[in-house]
Structures are given as C-alpha cells and as structure tokens.
C-alpha cells in the first residue's frame, strides 16, 4: 500500500530510485510519524555520495599502483 503510494504520488520506486527523487521525498514527507522506521530500507544519502567518492579514489589508487607497477626505474651502477 506504502509502495504503490509513493510510487504514484513521488516516482519513488521500490528499487533503484535516483538520488533526486529521494531528496525530494524525504523533504516532503519531512514530518511522519516514527520517520526511523518509515525510512529503514531507504538508502542513507550521505553515505552513498561518501561510498561513490571512495570507490572513485579507490580506482585512481588502483590505477597508480598498477602504473608504478609496470614501470622499471633506471639501474644505478
């Protein structure tokens, strides 16, 4: 019932809704009641732009140590 609510009234899907639309329903449904469970399954916004900045810094990591990997340095005799 919940589901099909803010699926018409929101756009929020039940999976893989974007960013905004999140936003935009947690600002409107700003006062609910008991708003920990009601927003229990939902992703913690913060976090995901945190994880997506850490995955990111992760592969240029990743990237670097594979380059410096492949690279020889000049013997020094």
Known sequence: MME???NENFGVQPKDTSEEVLERCRKL???V???KRRFRFTTNLSK???DTAM???NQINETNFEFLKNFELPSVA
Do not use: E, T, V
């Open 4 to 6: 099909s609510y803010l």
């Open 48 to 50: 995901r732009y945190k």
């Open 29 to 31: 449904c700003g006062a």
């Open 33 to 35: 009641k008991n708003p």
């Open 55 to 57: 995955s990111r810094s």
